[in-house]
Nanobody, 115 residues
């Protein structure tokens, strides 16, 4: 069982930056694949980025070159650094932990990119 808590969302102007954090508890963090998903109003949830237990990383095409996912196993935390934000990045961002076919989700944090 893993509990996930996101933080760091908010309102930012286009071109700005935010860093999301996701603190995990309840299990051995380092063995999980960690990911960020997002759901924009009227859209389906989409995968933004993931990082595996051995550090392999993948990004959605829409965020490549702008977002960076990282993890600190000593702090049981995964991060999403978001730069050059666009209005279309507006969404609720969810932290996800995956292991052996089981997914765990955080409650989500709102990111709004607007003037």
């Amino acid at each position: 069982q893993v509990q996930l808590e996101e933080s760091g969302g908010g309102l930012v102007q286009p071109g700005g930056s935010l860093r999301l954090s996701c603190a995990a508890s309840g299990s051995i963090f380092s063995i999980y694949t960690m990911a960020w998903y997002r759901r924009a109003p009227g859209n389906q949830r989409e995968l933004v980025a993931f990082i595996t237990s051995d550090g392999s990383i993948n990004y959605a095409d829409s965020v490549k070159g702008r977002f960076t996912i990282s993890r600190d196993n000593a702090k049981n935390t995964v991060y999403l650094q978001m730069n050059s934000l666009k209005p279309e990045d507006t969404a609720v961002y969810y932290c996800n932990a995956y292991l052996a076919g089981i997914y765990y989700w955080g409650q989500g944090t709102q990111v709004t990119v607007s003037n």
